[in-house]
């Protein structure tokens, strides 16, 4: 904010660290920023209507700070959230604020360092008085793209929370996508961690540019200078950690009725990774992998980068329609082309794939699914068989890729009319007198399936709260 030529005050409760960002802002051009030494004399340093972004582990520690803060501060002014917070913990803090006439905002961050100094995605949700009273802030401050800036109303409290923590569960998505690749890619090709680097950066200068594609080839490039003998990727434990969003992601797919395949997986595939000591065991007695057969090099690598394109359309898809979901449900009339927009720049998930979801959702703004875009649609359909040629290679080579596999099995299962739900449905009603649908007439039905089935009564009061 002080590069942008904003007068900026901070304040911690360790002075030290106060005391540092001041000297580094004098170091950087003498920036206008200034330091506070406890929360009255922060508060009393700042103008009115107060604007006061908090940045804390979520929490316990967020509600200690907003208590801290609020007792100085005065009816109109805002406090902003911009940790990763879950959204119904954003809400309730609104509601205890509202009586003191304080306005919260739950505005997710994304970017990590590097966004931090040059900009990252900013997703706000809150009272729009209160949004209108930082946007000249947030606009100047966030990433920059060719039509404006990484930021925007999302809508009311909790719908930037929301977007934010989806966003986390796109990401968790398109890692695992692409660490399926590069499994593949060291298993099946051989390839070294210098010419896999090699391809990722000519993939980022296609359809497949993207933050977590050039970072990738960067990651496969850098050696050890701790041992000096090889690559440092070979040295890291293969056991990812989280923070929950990933989680809080797939709760509320479920929550609110949506696939989210391919970020399950990714959740799952996180989860299997913990247990290393469990896999470590298992490996020596679950070996039933059999001989991988002689591939063509070319083949995998053109059919690997198709599959990676349409799973993360897929993975999008998901994201969104969950987003959606919960704004039609809360009533926050979140614009999805606006997502995507403010996705474009400074975030973890930044790709050049999202300028094409942006022109689809903004030509359609009652598109039910990212995969019936025609454009996507045809993209997806192109792209299906060597999809298919490099799911069915890596699982019949015991390579496991759930993220790829799960985003086609979502693909197949949105295109088919027709889906052996029906048969599901009748062993519902065989065991619990479910009811079911017909397909010639209107109604709901129960059959008496043996002569043990007795006759249910009313089926309307059998389903009752059924969704």
Avoid at 124 to 130: F, N
Avoid at 407 to 434: I, K, T
Wanted: with cysteine; charged share 25%; proline share 4%.
């Amino acid at each position: 904010m002080a590069s942008h030529g904003f007068k900026v005050c901070v304040g911690n409760r360790t002075v030290s660290k106060v005391d540092l960002t001041v000297q580094r802002a004098k170091n950087e051009g003498d920036l206008p920023l200034v330091g506070a030494s406890d929360v009255k004399e922060f508060v009393s340093k700042l103008s009115k209507p107060r604007k006061i972004v908090i940045l804390v582990m979520a929490g316990k520690p967020v509600d200690d700070t907003i208590a801290n803060i609020s007792e100085h501060l005065d009816k109109g002014d805002v406090i902003i959230d911009g940790g990763n917070e879950w959204y119904p913990n954003s809400i309730r803090r609104a509601a205890e604020l509202e009586p003191k006439g304080i306005m919260f905002v739950g505005m997710g961050i994304s970017g990590g360092e590097e966004g931090a100094r040059n900009g990252p995605s900013l997703m706000p949700g809150g009272p729009k008085e209160a949004y209108d009273l930082i946007e000249p802030i947030i606009t100047k401050c966030a990433a920059q793209v060719s039509d404006g800036s990484c930021t925007g109303y999302l809508g009311p409290i909790g719908a930037g929370n929301y977007v934010k923590m989806v966003h986390n569960g796109i990401e968790y998505g398109d890692m695992q996508l692409i660490a399926e690749v590069y499994d593949v890619l060291k298993k099946l090709t051989g390839m070294s961690n210098g010419e896999m680097s090699t391809l990722f950066n000519e993939w980022n200068k296609g359809d497949l540019n993207s933050y977590l594609i050039e970072i990738t080839a960067t990651i496969l490039a850098k050696k050890d200078d701790l041992t000096g003998v090889g690559d440092v990727v070979d040295y890291v434990l293969d056991k990812t950690g989280m923070k929950g969003t990933g989680r809080w992601t797939v709760q509320e797919a479920a929550e609110q009725s949506v696939a989210a395949p391919t970020i399950a997986a990714a959740l799952d595939a996180r989860y299997i990774s913990g247990r290393k000591d469990e896999r470590v065991k298992a490996a020596k007695v679950l070996n039933a992998v059999p001989d991988l057969t002689s591939v063509d090099k070319e083949q995998i690598i053109d059919d690997l980068r198709a599959a990676l394109y349409a799973c993360k359309v897929c993975s999008y898809a998901q994201g969104m329609n969950i987003i959606q979901a919960a704004s039609d449900k809360k009533g926050w009339d979140v614009d999805l082309s606006l997502c995507a927009q403010l996705w474009k720049g400074g975030c973890i998930i930044r790709a050049e794939l999202l300028q094409k979801i942006q022109d689809a959702l903004a030509s359609d703004s009652s598109l039910k699914n990212l995969m019936v875009d025609p454009g996507f649609a045809n993209e997806l359909n192109v792209r299906s068989l060597p999809w298919r040629r490099i799911v069915s290679l890596a699982i019949a080579s015991g390579i496991p890729c759930p993220a790829m596999s799960a985003s086609l099995c979502y693909f197949d299962s949105y295109r088919r009319e027709s889906l052996p739900a029906n048969l599901v449905q009748a062993q519902r009603d065989f065991f619990g007198g479910h009811t079911y649908e017909r397909t010639d007439r209107e109604g709901k039905f129960h059959t008496a399936w043996t002569d043990a089935h007795k006759d249910i009564g009313n089926v309307n009061d059998r389903v009752a709260g059924e969704t």
